[in-house]
């Protein structure tokens, strides 16, 4: 079936661009990404389940300018800031969120040399901003150490230009797709790390893509092998020292801003989830709610079909899963506004706004993590036997928002996060400056 929102065919859509000779100003910027969200959401069900590589996806990005968002002003300005990528990933993410988990990790990763390189002046445009701004590249990999001290992760050789990269990680978006990977190695396997810049398409290069996951099955994810790469001097974008006493608080930023875009990711899959149920239940075209308020002791279904306006048990279900997205949103947008503070403070960032930030970070993390699965699951409930078909099965395609919802958030740590706030509310203890998230 096809919902209001995906009533347009691809081929009558025509995606704008930023263009490339003029700043993109705040008009822009929501008018191509709602043209690009109205695109993706028209086949998004059918490309789930084909669950390809996304090469075509990429493309759309591409051509919609939306990979170069983040490069810096310079002389020639087409860049945005950080709350308009946040917002850009979550109306994504309504859409596809394994497309906006793919832009949420490109989005960090574009600014690997302002994290871990030399400092620079404000809006210094480095290497890097110009090539992905001007190749569009699409940026994906990781440079965080490996989690467990078993796994010695990317070793980098010295060479007479440069270093010899070898070993094989994996990564959770984009590498099957990716212009350039941006990847944390160790000299020798020891030491600090260094964060490089490699061609996907070298000859030493091999990526196995990730094909069994249960959701977020089009974000790129896969495994990549590295067999003697050459990493030229040019391509060391920064560094980032083994101890802890040494790093910044601005290059701890790093994995903050990624975990906050991957929970606008999240925001965005129970947005998007609960207005199209909100549409199908506007047409009545779903099955009457499952779950209806006890009376008397005893549990009661509601008779009246959806779709009527009036079931007293379908508003009480929409206004329940509404509050939670609405008190979700409050606090993101609440450690979105922290965390630009901190970017704008660069250097000059303390560990004390570090730890603030990264507490907000944390909160919106796990009230977002369970909105989003408590969203989804009932979703599922309520378009239950729309047209007929049965939502778990596949039916209008709702099955993947919840899917997506579990993949993102099986790997977060509620209990730690909760934890971590408890001792800095309590105690005002400081998280440890380590880049792992």
């Known amino acids: 079936m096809s919902t209001p929102r995906k009533a347009a065919r691809r081929s009558a859509i025509r995606i704008v661009s930023a263009p490339a000779d003029r700043p993109a100003d705040d008009e822009i910027w929501p008018r191509v990404t709602r043209e690009l969200a109205d695109d993706l959401a028209v086949d998004a069900p059918a490309r789930d389940r084909a669950g390809k590589a996304p090469f075509d996806e990429v493309a759309r990005l591409q051509e919609a300018g939306l990979p170069a968002l983040l490069t810096a002003p310079g002389a020639n300005p087409r860049g945005a800031d950080w709350r308009a990528a946040s917002?850009?990933?979550r109306e994504i993410s309504a859409a596809d969120s394994s497309i906006g988990e793919l832009l949420a990790h490109h989005y960090v990763l574009s600014w690997s040399s302002r994290f871990f390189g030399p400092a620079r002046e404000a809006g210094a445009t480095t290497a890097l901003d110009a090539c992905t701004a001007e190749e569009r590249w699409l940026l994906a990999g990781g440079v965080e150490p490996p989690l467990t001290g078993t796994d010695p992760g990317l070793v980098l050789t010295p060479a007479e230009d440069g270093w010899i990269l070898d070993g094989r990680r994996t990564f959770a978006s984009g590498v099957t797709v990716a212009d350039r990977l941006v990847v944390g190695a160790r000299p020798g396997g020891t030491g600090d790390w260094l964060i490089v810049l490699v061609d996907p398409a070298h000859p030493g290069v091999f990526t196995d893509a990730g094909t069994d996951r249960v959701g977020q099955r089009l974000a790129?994810?896969?495994t990549v092998t590295f067999d003697h790469v050459p990493v030229p001097a040019a391509h060391v974008l920064g560094v980032l020292p083994h101890d802890e006493h040494t790093v910044t608080p601005f290059a701890t930023l790093a994995p903050l801003a990624l975990r906050l875009l991957l929970v606008q990711v999240g925001l965005g899959i129970a947005e998007g989830a609960l207005a199209e149920a909100r549409d199908i239940s506007r047409a009545g075209q779903a099955g009457p709610v499952p779950a209806a308020p006890e009376r008397n002791g005893r549990a009661t279904a509601a008779t009246d079909p959806v779709g009527t306006g009036d079931d007293p048990y379908l508003l009480l279900a929409y206004g329940e899963l509404a509050t939670a997205a609405h008190a979700a949103s409050a606090v993101v947008e609440r450690a979105t506004d922290a965390l630009v503070r901190g970017l704008l403070a660069g250097?000059?960032?303390s560990p004390e706004e570090r730890a603030d930030i990264?507490?907000?970070?944390s909160a919106a993390e796990t009230l977002t993590g369970r909105a989003a699965v408590h969203i989804t699951t009932r979703v599922l409930e309520l378009v239950d036997g729309a047209e007929?078909?049965?939502?778990r099965s596949g039916g209008p395609g709702f099955d993947r928002f919840w899917r997506n919802a579990r993949a993102l958030t099986a790997h977060t740590r509620p209990a730690h996060r909760l934890r971590d706030i408890g001792d800095?509310?309590?105690?005002?203890?400081?998280?440890?400056?380590?880049l792992p998230v």
């Open 424 to 434: 800095h509310y309590l105690n005002g203890t400081h998280a440890r400056l380590t």
């Open 220 to 222: 790129g994810a896969g």
């Open 87 to 89: 917002a850009i990933v």
């Open 388 to 391: 007929g078909a049965d939502a």
């Open 347 to 349: 250097p000059e960032l």
């Open 358 to 361: 990264a507490v907000l970070v």
